[in-house]
């Protein structure tokens, strides 16, 4: 894990750097993809970070983008950028697992809008990655494909759901990732991973073809090694979408253009929660918060006294919702579940109707109390993403009698009440703890201000002197 590479290496570049060197000659899509499948198979059997590694079908695409190349036709700043994603979003004519035995695995007839997108804008999909059984988990394990581990420890969960997309993006096999995010499952790999990944506001992209956990919840969105390369991935796939109906036709910013700019004058505070963090947490986000106030000013305290309640609203909208996509297939084939899934699926087949309405009926009324206080003197308010340093594999375990309930809540503790608002949230790094793993704070915004986000990132993370690339493979373990 400690090899080093000469800081040319293509595959420890952002999407900005690749695009410069193949617009410049210096570089071609297949030789890239060479390349990153070379790293992809390299890191498969200490990751195991793919489900399915589509080398053919990936330099196929890589030469027909060479050839429009030559050709003088360029479809943006993805042209040619290898990315893979988590195996929940449906491509045709290729099996769809969600990381589960329960999934037929008959070829798809549709490819999900924001796969189609990433495909017309030039990116390449190597393949699908690893994930949390049916996209409930915190952790990357999964007892059908195999555990999918930490880019910077193979001993530590790679987090979850999108655990593929963590490993794969930070050892530098994929230059980013979508994963998809129910109540942290975007911001968790990133955080631990030392990536960035951005959970949008809700309907800010299109969920069309992506397999769901909760669709009052659910989110999808990009992961990188730096915000811009989020940045250019949310530029591809933001946008209403006929679809799906319940993504929204707000104006998109140009994200990227917007980097150097669209963070200035922001008012930040720290969200005052009634969480204990670990130490080296507490300690890593006091020092995030002083580097934020050096550059943005005044960082204020703030209480939300309700997000206990936002947990536990999102708590029962994630159950109901997703026993009554798998209740079915739970009473048929009960011994094809992880115990962890089935566990945390069933009980939402017991939640009173009532229960559930009312976590439907107050969620305005929250929100609105949330805008109209904490953010009401804010624009963009800071927690850390995880309460705990990245655990190992064996104290994550959730399929141990009794366990999973206690893990889960451990390490969503701060990420699922966001989903439950509907408002977009940033993981970032922060910086690495005493294991040298890396740990992650959240920027939350107001609706739709992704823009912003993403430019305070892009500032910060400069400011940290966090090493952003190259991939986590091969850098130091200091930020």
Excluded at 187 to 209: I, Q, T
Excluded at 235 to 259: H, K, N
Excluded at 405 to 411: D, E, P, S
């Amino acid at each position: 894990m400690k090899q080093q590479l000469s800081p040319d290496d293509p595959l420890d570049l952002s999407i900005a750097a690749l695009a410069a060197r193949m617009r410049c000659g210096e570089l071609s899509a297949e030789a890239l993809t060479v390349a990153a499948l070379g790293r992809a198979v390299a890191t498969q059997p200490s990751l195991n970070a793919f489900i399915d590694l589509r080398g053919e079908a990936a330099l196929q695409q890589a030469r027909q983008l060479d050839r429009e190349a030559a050709q003088g036709r360029w479809r943006g700043p993805l042209h040619g950028i290898p990315l893979a994603h988590k195996d929940c979003f449906e491509r045709a004519g290729l099996p769809m697992t969600v990381g589960s035995k329960v999934i037929d695995p008959t070829p798809g007839t549709r490819t999900a809008s924001v796969l189609s997108r990433l495909a017309e804008a030039g990116a390449i999909d190597l393949g699908a990655l690893n994930m949390n059984e049916m996209v409930a988990g915190p952790t990357g394990q999964n007892p059908h494909f195999g555990d999918c581990r930490n880019a910077w420890d193979p001993a530590r969960i790679s987090g979850g759901s999108s655990s593929g997309s963590g490993a794969a993006v930070s050892a530098g096999a994929v230059a980013g990732s979508l994963g998809s995010d129910t109540g942290g499952s975007i911001r968790l790999p990133a955080s631990m991973n030392g990536l960035f990944g951005l959970k949008p506001s809700c309907g800010r992209v299109s969920r069309a073809g992506c397999f769901p956990r909760a669709f009052s919840l659910d989110c999808v969105g990009p992961l990188g090694r730096c915000a811009a390369d989020c940045a250019a991935i949310l530029q591809a796939i933001a946008g209403p979408d006929p679809a799906d109906p319940s993504s929204l036709a707000s104006p998109v910013p140009d994200y990227a253009g917007r980097l150097a700019s669209a963070a200035a004058g922001s008012r930040i505070a720290l969200l005052d929660l009634d969480i204990e963090y670990d130490a080296e947490v507490a300690a890593g986000f006091a020092a995030f918060v002083r580097l934020a106030a050096d550059r943005y000013g005044r960082v204020a305290s703030t209480r939300f006294d309700a997000l206990a309640t936002c947990y536990a609203m999102a708590d029962v909208l994630s159950k109901v919702e997703a026993a009554a996509l798998h209740g079915d297939a739970m009473r048929a084939r009960p011994q094809d579940y992880s115990q962890a899934v089935y566990s945390r699926t069933e009980p939402g087949l017991h939640v009173p109707a009532v229960r559930y309405v009312e976590a439907l009926n107050v969620r305005a009324h929250v929100l609105h109390a949330f805008l109209a206080g904490p953010m009401a003197a804010a624009d963009v308010l800071m927690c850390p993403t995880v309460p705990v340093c990245v655990p190992t594999r064996l104290e994550a375990d959730m399929e141990g009698p009794g366990r999973v309930f206690g893990v889960v809540a451990k390490l969503t503790s701060l990420t699922r009440p966001f989903n439950y608002l509907g408002l977009p949230v940033l993981s970032m790094p922060m910086g690495c703890d005493g294991n040298g793993m890396p740990m992650g704070v959240q920027l939350v915004g107001r609706p739709f201000g992704e823009a912003r986000l993403l430019a305070m990132a892009h500032a910060l993370s400069g400011d940290l002197g966090w090493l952003a690339l190259p991939s986590a493979r091969h850098r130091s373990r200091q930020p």
